[in-house]
Structures are given as structure tokens and as C-alpha cells.
């Protein structure tokens, strides 16, 4: 096998860990963000209800994408993971808080709110956390020499991708609760969708802009001809499904009510390959191409063949338990 292929299948690897992580995990963080919104507590019950036997789960992507990312690229691990030290530790520090949260509201009673609290604040932290990482990630302040890079995580950029993303999986939430509930508090998420879907745009469009004006690699990325042209479809799609989103969001009669939550995982799929698009051939931006940062191809092909029994199974097993729980979830009789 080329020696320039398995990087590239090793990428191609960890990018989809981190697209399934981001799309299955960022919905139940969604839930967390969303429950100030919602008062009533039988409806609180109802949306952690309806995440109850998958969330966990979601969760595995995000150990699959950190322990392949430092199985394949140590030398990228090595320089990303002291850089964003305080952000990952906060945000798996919120995950923790967040899980224990989820178990214990369903065994309190007097101190429920208290738990309620912990599940909004955790959820709310830890998605406010990977936007930062990921912020920081495009800005891409890191010196592979030098492990001196306190707070490189911290910029106006970052903090507004932070905000971005809590939107973000608050949108994929809100139309998760969409798809799986009924009546008040199905009505409940279609008004909240439709706001968070005009922040979720106002804030695509800003880093759309931001990005090329303060990267200039990637302004001639996209902005030169004829890639301007070549890349032209991603920005279409993007606008055709968001306008699709608010079509149905305000018209809910006349759409499928799984069409909400299947646009907005689209805009984050695209929004993913524009991120990609703009960063290629790099695993740290402007520094470290995925070929100069990959393992030896011994090792390469070593997590290989795990990964080809290991990944399968993970799939196979979301794919069942989504398919298991696809119905309603009402407070008395739970999935059906």
C-alpha cells in the first residue's frame, strides 16, 4: 500500500469520527442548551427521554476520534492536545458533570433543578468549548517546536465560533425534539428553531467572511480563479438548505416533520467540508500536512486492521439503536 494513501485513508477516518461525533452528540448537548427554554418539568423529561438510550453511545465517536488521531498522527496530537489543554479539559470536565447530571435528575425529586442546572450548564460548556477548539483550530496559532502556547485557544475569533456552535447544537436539538415529540412542546421547538436557525445563519455567514480575511491562504483557496468556480456549489447547497429549513420550519404542515433535523445536519455537513476544503492538506493549518504528521506505515496498517473490525461494529451499532428508538416519546409509555 502507497505510503501516501494510508495518511490519507487515516484521515479520511478521523474526519468521519468527527463529523458522527458533532452530529449525533452535538443534538443531546442541543437538549441540555434548550432546557431553559422549556420550564414545565414533565416536558424536561420528555426531551432527556428522548435521548436517553442513545446518548451514551454518541459519545464513543468522540473516544474513537482522540485515540485514532493519536494512534495516526502522534506528532499533530502532541502539538494540538498542550495547546488546547484548558478548553479539552473543561469540556470533558462539562461531559462528566453533564452524564452525572442526566443519571441523577431522574432519581431526584426536592433538588431536581439543581440537577436541571448541571445539565444545561454542562451541555452549555462543553459545546461552548468545541467551538473554541475549533476556532482556535482554523486560526491555527500552534508551533510544533515550541510547547510554550498558553491561551493561543483564546482569540475573538474562537469565542465567537464558541457561541456559533452552542447555536448550532441547539438548532439540531431543537429539530431532534421536533421529530421525536408531539403537541405544546413540539410547537415549543418549531418556534425555537426558527430562531435559532436565523442565529445559526447570521453566525455561518460571519465566519464564512471572517475566515478568508483573516487567513489569506484560505481567501485564495476559495476566492481565485478558477477554484472559485469549482468550490461555487458548497456556498449553493448551503443556501438551498437553509432555505429549505426555513420553508418548513414556518410551514410545518406542508413538510415531513424529519425534514427540520435532516437540513440542519445538512449545514453542518457542509459547513465540515468547507472547513475541510479550506485546510487541505493540513492536520495543523499552514504547518503540519496530514503526509508530514502520520505514524510510520507499520503502525498505520497495525491500527488499520483493528479499525476495519472496530469501525463496522461502532456503525452497526448506532444504526440499531437509532433504528430500535426511531418513534414518539411520550411521558407514560416512553418509545413507541
Not at 447570521?202 to 467572511?209: A, G, Q, R, Y
Not at 449553493?236 to 418548513?248: G, M, P, R, V
Amino acid at each position: 500500500m502507497s505510503n501516501n494513501l494510508l495518511p490519507l485513508i487515516w484521515a479520511f477516518i478521523i474526519a468521519f469520527g468527527v463529523i458522527m461525533y458533532v452530529i449525533l452528540d452535538g443534538f443531546d448537548l442541543g437538549i441540555g442548551i434548550l432546557f431553559p427554554w422549556i420550564r414545565d418539568p414533565e416536558y424536561r423529561s420528555l426531551m432527556v427521554n428522548s435521548i436517553a438510550p442513545v446518548w451514551d453511545g454518541n459519545e464513543t465517536w468522540l473516544v474513537f476520534g482522540g485515540a485514532t488521531l493519536y494512534g495516526a498522527f502522534p506528532i499533530a496530537y502532541s502539538t494540538l492536545l498542550p495547546a488546547l489543554y484548558m478548553p479539552i479539559m473543561i469540556m470533558l470536565g462539562a461531559l462528566v458533570f453533564r452524564g452525572v447530571a442526566f443519571e441523577f435528575r431522574f432519581k431526584a425529586y426536592r433538588s431536581r433543578f439543581l440537577w436541571d442546572l448541571a445539565f444545561t450548564g454542562g451541555s452549555t460548556a462543553a459545546a461552548f468549548c468545541q467551538g473554541l477548539i475549533l476556532g482556535a483550530f482554523i486560526e491555527g496559532k500552534f508551533f510544533v517546536e515550541n510547547f510554550e502556547q498558553s491561551y493561543v485557544w483564546l482569540s475573538p475569533f474562537s469565542m465567537f465560533t464558541g457561541l456559533a456552535v452552542v447555536f448550532g447544537y441547539a438548532l439540531l436539538g431543537s429539530t431532534w425534539l421536533i421529530m421525536k415529540t408531539e403537541n405544546d412542546l413540539q410547537r415549543d421547538m418549531y418556534q425555537a428553531a426558527r430562531i435559532l436557525l436565523v442565529a445559526v445563519s447570521i453566525c455561518m455567514l460571519i465566519i464564512s467572511l471572517w475566515t478568508p480575511l483573516s487567513q489569506p491562504a484560505i481567501e485564495a483557496r476559495w476566492f481565485s480563479l478558477p477554484n472559485f468556480f469549482y468550490l461555487l456549489f458548497l456556498p449553493i447547497l448551503t443556501l438551498i438548505a437553509t432555505a429549505l429549513s426555513f420553508y418548513c420550519l414556518h410551514k410545518p404542515d406542508r413538510c415531513n416533520e424529519k425534514l427540520p433535523f435532516i437540513l440542519s445536519v445538512s449545514l453542518f455537513l457542509f459547513a465540515y467540508i468547507g472547513l475541510g476544503i479550506s485546510i487541505w492538506p493540513y492536520i495543523i493549518p499552514r504547518q503540519l500536512t496530514i503526509f508530514e504528521a502520520a505514524s510510520d506505515p507499520k503502525t498505520l496498517i497495525f491500527q488499520l486492521v483493528g479499525t476495519i473490525i472496530l469501525l463496522p461494529l461502532l456503525i452497526t451499532y448506532s444504526i440499531y439503536a437509532y433504528r430500535v428508538f426511531r418513534g414518539k416519546v411520550n411521558p407514560d409509555l416512553g418509545y413507541h
